[in-house]
């Protein structure tokens, strides 16, 4: 039993030795490993790749794997499986094609949903040589989110720690998975339980924290106000619940050390609601990643999010959040099929115009989960394309270097024409021109500088290497962004405040109730977060 370990292992093609955010299921996946089994051995490949001989037989290697990162993930649970180990795999991919684990990452077994009670039951079967083939997790409440041990991560390795604060979404966007897979319905955790985590890694040097949900902002003005009209008293109670449970975490957040800089996600009708993003701004949550999609009506509607403003109106929302202090990241898809040439510019322009903080310009990827997916999948059955001898609607499947950068054909432009206006729109967005006179709304030049040295990373990272197909280009920008990686840390370190403490709660959280209890040697049940999102 000594002689066995557990590994925890995030697979990623590109490593640059250091990261932007650290990936937050790894830490807290952690945390739910049962103690028999020891403290897990934890190996994030966007930073370095797994050695192969750590890994002894009898070991129990964990795999999550997401789309994008499946075909490294299986070729990594071979890897383990032939060197003996027992092989484990959970994710939002997983979920969604157990078998495939089987068949292609030669699994013992799959964790499908939140792996929270399911992986430690999984870890104990490993250990007795029992391990079922398919464990349910199904969806936890939010009380049940356990705090990551942190205590295990390399700080000096990652430019931003991650915590969860609430899970699911109640949008139905036609390309987003997130709302099948993790659920219409909020599930919010404790604020207690979140704070409590936030002051661990402050007092470890961590400042700059990514509130890693689904949907920041669950309950909107218009959801409150269909409620009232359809006079459904309960279901006003629960919304009002959820959204004073919001405010109560902003509340604390703001009483935190004032270096804190917070970055969430959340849909573009926050704009909508002064109240929210002004308690935002307080708790120092400086910016949002904001869905904004297209910037025409028709472009909108084929992706089933007609609730959002498109022309000089979204303009304005767009600026609505920069003038209550929330910068915005502000996320674009291209390949729609309203899209055309001039769609490109437009999109940049509208960009530069409503002062978008960071963005970025993604092709138009039918993700499985999603309901684009199950179009498309219907219509490739008809007449499939293949690539090599694999299905176009497998394309993870298919090696990263052959794998073409769109899957589904557009009714007036090309694969190509699409990606190489994509690079250029990148390129204008992020080049340092523009990125200098958007660094003016840091505080000072060593802010500014930071600033620079992250969207140069931005754009590296996630357009250099993720949408060129000029190998001599990716291999340049891997290189480049490495480097830029190892400065850009050295600007978000921070002192260390190990004399921080957490607030008293009247209430303990759940996380200091667990801790009781191993204290106290009573029995523990370990449930688990997160699995990483598309």
Known sequence: MDSLSVHLINPSDNSFGTAVITPRWLFVLAAATPQIAGDPILVDESLEQVVPES?????????????GNALRGYEVGRMARGRGAWVVYGGIHATLFPEEAFERGEAHAVVKGDGDIAWGKAVVDCLAGTPERIYEGGRIDGDQFLAARWDLMPPEKYMWASVQTIRGCPKHCSFCSVWRTDGQQPRQRRFQSVIDEIVDL????????????????????TDLRL????????????????????????????????DMVFFTQITMEAGEDGEYLDAMRKANIKGALVGVEAVTPEGLKAVFKDFNYSGDALAKQLQTFKKHGVHVLGSFIFGLPTDKPATFDATVEMALKAGVTFAQFVMMTPFPGTIDFGRWEKEQAKDPTMVGDVPITRYWLIPTAVRPKMFTPHPSMSSDEIRERTQKVWDRFYNWSAIWQRSACTPNLKSRVAFMFLSKLYRQMYAGTGISTDSARRKKSKSWARWT???????????????????????????KLLRTALVAGMPQETPFVVLPRE
């Open 202 to 221: 402050r007092r470890l040097g961590f400042r700059f924290i990514a509130l890693a949900d689904d949907n920041f902002y669950p309950v909107t003005l």
């Open 485 to 511: 990686a190892r400065q850009c840390k050295k600007l978000f370190q921070a002192k260390p405040m190990p004399e921080l403490q957490s607030p008293v709660w009247a209430l303990p959280s759940t996380v």
């Open 55 to 67: 890994i002894q037989a009898g070991d129990i290697v964990g795999i999550s794997v997401h789309t």
């Open 227 to 258: 409620a009232r009209e359809q006079n459904n008293t309960a279901k006003v109670d629960e919304l009002m619940a959820i959204r004073t449970e919001r405010f109560q975490l902003m509340e604390e957040l703001a009483k935190l050390p004032k």
